[in-house]
């Protein structure tokens, strides 16, 4: 072989290598941001779920006061996750659904921490599961019939936001039971790139909360 075509292949070759070496590191740090990000989110929504555990045990005041103070946590971690997102369609693909959820929580269209967890992190797999164990235990009684409903609702509108086929009997039931919230949150996010819209209803639901 010609020893400057040996030559230019090797280069060729070693340049190579190390976009693969840039790339592969490309999507390690998104990997580890975007792991930094679900662990942060899961503390928010861990402060929600204790919140709502104990609220018995708070009065009203002291109960919504401890509330309004994660939501405005949930809607500074919006703000740095839009500002992270900017102009990195690789970040954008991959955090879309947890910015949605973000918003769906703050605007209060979502009340369960675990859905808005599990939506956050794209699993329709594990929502799936959820609602067939709520299924049992709405027929053994284990499930109050009002909280089986709003969280149903909540499963089939984060399916559906995922890209899921949703049933001719989900559909029916999602209709016939959304409230004006998550109605208003689903004319809004036609899909997941609708941040901005949704991030307009989430700011007006919030400041209804800070009153």
């Known amino acids: 072989m010609n020893s400057f075509i040996f030559l230019k292949l090797m280069t ?3 340049s190579r290598i190390g976009e693969i070496k840039m790339a592969s ?4 740090e998104t990997s580890k941001l975007k792991q930094n990000l679900e662990e942060q989110l899961d503390r928010l929504m861990q ?4 919140l709502e555990e104990c609220r018995e045990e708070l009065d ?3 109960y919504e006061e401890t509330k309004k103070e994660t ?4 809607s500074e971690f919006n703000d740095s996750l839009k500002k992270i997102m900017s102009g990195n369609m690789t970040l954008v693909d991959e955090l879309s659904g947890m910015q949605l959820a973000i918003q769906a929580a703050i605007s209060q269209a979502f009340k369960t921490p675990e859905v808005i967890r599990l939506f956050a992190k794209k699993q329709p797999g594990q929502l799936r599961t959820r609602l067939a164990e709520m299924d049992r235990d709405l027929m053994v009684g284990k499930l109050e019939r009002d909280l ?4 149903k609702v909540e499963i089939l509108t984060a399916l559906r936001k995922l890209g899921e086929k949703l049933t001719a009997d989900d559909e029916a039931f999602l209709s016939a039971n959304a ?6 949150f689903e004319k809004v996010s036609t899909d997941l790139g609708s941040g ?16």
């Open 71 to 74: 939501l405005e946590q949930l």
């Open 148 to 151: 089986y409903t709003q969280q």
């Open 47 to 50: 402060q929600l779920q204790d």
């Open 196 to 211: 901005d819209k949704v991030l307009a209803l989430a700011s007006f639901e919030f400041e209804k909360v800070k009153k």
């Open 60 to 62: 009203t005041d002291e």
């Open 12 to 14: 060729l070759g070693t």
């Open 179 to 184: 409230g004006a919230i998550l109605s208003q």
């Open 25 to 28: 590191r490309g999507k390690t």
